[in-house]
């Protein structure tokens, strides 16, 4: 992909549109990631599901999304992206399909991965398109702000969509809403996307290199979901990372001795946006776990429905987009480091605030004034973030780089929010012990794993402080 293959032909294929497009699928992507979680009661009764094995039907996507995005990013460089975005929406539609109609549990959980893998070639394809419509300035800006708007309000309209359906039209329907969305999507994009012409794309990709990455991203992903089973310090737990780490090694290996590596070397000399990544991976260690806890504290704790749950994360949404538009007009000179900081500590105060939630409190001066301030705090930081982790990378490489930050995003959001359920788990079982009714003790558990998060942002505001300064002779612009 070059600079001349997306975008001459987007200008006159107006590139509101191809953000569009973009945005609508990331848009379902990101909603999928939620839209499960009210549905697994009804999910685990109609299929049989035991207590252990329910979690696979999140975990299935988690763990194939996050192992294969670096070969989603890759191929799209390879084989044009708009090529690979409309395969793999056309194939996630198809694994909706399936997961709809689900006979049986093992249906499901595969049918779950194979969505997993599709999101996973289709997020970075995704991505790259709108970074080559839009190259540079304040229109890459813009469209930044509205990729990250999609963070927000895809997860919590997740929640709302799951709700709503589970209550009116039962589980299944949290799956087949995907495919007249996929349909759309497709038929536009037949005729907004440009087709582009590859003569400057990358060689095939190191093939023995892919499947080392992978492999090793699957089982770093597949041994952490798995702690809560089999605990932190397990045999089993150590020989999966270990078995990780040795799969990283020979990766950089094979890297070392072919023409056409995964990972370019001017690709991992951006210091910046290498930098960017390592914020957005801890970053997303604390905040994704969020939604998890505050989903459970409002249905368990304070008693909402799973559809008054929903509607609960709405204002997030609104929050998030209103923060993120805002940051699409950030002038050029501004030092990036100053939104990014500031909006992950304004998330970490947020996180914080959760942690004084008691069993007494109330959603509308207690829960709301929390979730506004972390949301407007994620939309704030996250734009300029974004840009650092994208924007200097060759237009051959647009899709690489995109695949690196949902990578980290995808595999430390996994990493933090199994940590996150140690920590909550370990709180409760001590105040259960120690006497407290349920709800209580609950509540402690969830308050304990939002402090943890709370800190864990301040590390990441710390990190981006130190590590994301602008280069000599370089503006700060975020694009």
């Known amino acids: 992909m070059t600079a001349t293959t997306i975008a001459p032909s987007a200008r006159a294929m107006r590139p509101a549109l191809v953000l569009l497009v973009a945005c609508v699928a990331q848009f379902m992507l990101l909603a999928d990631d ?40 890759r191929l799209a460089d390879r084989f044009g992206p708009r090529r690979l975005f409309m395969w793999s929406l056309a194939g996630f539609a198809l694994a909706s399909a399936i997961s709809g ?11 779950r991965g194979l969505q997993g893998i599709m999101g996973a070639l289709m997020s970075p394809a995704a991505l790259a398109i709108v970074l080559a419509t839009y ?7 813009r469209a930044l702000s509205a990729w990250a708007a999609m963070l927000g309000l895809g997860a919590a309209f997740g929640l709302v969509a799951g709700g709503a359906l589970v209550e009116l039209a039962g589980w299944r ?5 995907n495919l007249p969305v996929a349909a759309l999507a497709l038929a536009a994009a037949t005729q907004v996307l440009p087709a582009g012409d590859r003569r400057d794309a990358r060689d095939a990709p190191n093939i023995p290199g892919a499947a080392l990455a992978t492999v090793s991203l699957l089982v770093l992903v597949f041994t952490v979901v798995e702690t809560h089973t089999a605990g932190w310090t397990s045999a089993r737990t150590l020989l999966g990372f270990a078995l990780a780490v040795a799969l990283a090694a020979a990766f950089a290996v094979a890297e070392r001795r072919v023409r056409s590596p995964l990972l370019p070397v001017e690709l991992l000399r951006r210091r910046r946006a290498m930098s960017a990544d390592a914020v957005v991976f801890i970053a997303a260690g604390g905040l994704l776990a969020m939604f998890f806890f505050q989903t459970l504290y409002l249905q368990q704790v304070l008693g909402l429905t799973a559809l008054q749950t929903g509607l609960a994360f709405l204002p997030f949404s609104a929050a998030m987009g209103i923060a993120s538009g805002l940051m699409g007009r950030l002038p050029e000179r501004v030092d990036p480091r ?14 914080w605030m959760m942690s004084r939630l008691g069993v007494g409190s109330a959603y509308g001066a207690d829960v709301l004034p929390a979730l506004a301030i972390v949301a407007a705090g994620l939309g704030v930081a996250f734009v300029p973030l974004m840009g650092l982790a994208t924007g200097d990378a060759e237009e051959r490489d647009g ?5 690196l930050m949902t990578t980290a995003q995808q595999v430390g959001g996994a990493i933090g929010i199994a940590v996150m359920i140690t920590i909550a788990t370990t709180h409760t079982t001590d105040a259960l012990a120690g006497g407290a009714r349920p709800a209580q003790a609950l509540t402690k558990g ?16 710390a990190l981006a402080g130190a590590l994301l300064g602008a280069r000599r002779g370089e503006g700060a612009s975020v694009s």
């Open 101 to 111: 109609i689900a006979p049986s549990s093992g249906v499901l959980v595969v049918a």
């Open 34 to 73: 939620t839209i499960v979680n009210v549905a697994l009661p009804s999910i685990a009764s109609d299929l049989g599901f035991g207590e252990s094995s329910l979690s696979w039907v999140v975990n299935a996507y988690l763990l194939t999304f996050g192992g294969f995005l670096l070969i989603g990013g």
């Open 173 to 177: 329907w949290i799956f087949l809403v």
């Open 446 to 461: 969830f308050a304990g794993a939002f402090r943890v998060e709370a800190i864990v942002l301040l590390v990441a505001a």
């Open 135 to 141: 190259p540079d300035g304040a229109g890459r800006r």
């Open 399 to 403: 899709g690489l780089a995109s695949g």
């Open 338 to 351: 100053l939104p990014i900081v500031a909006g992950i500590v304004a998330a970490a105060v947020g996180l």
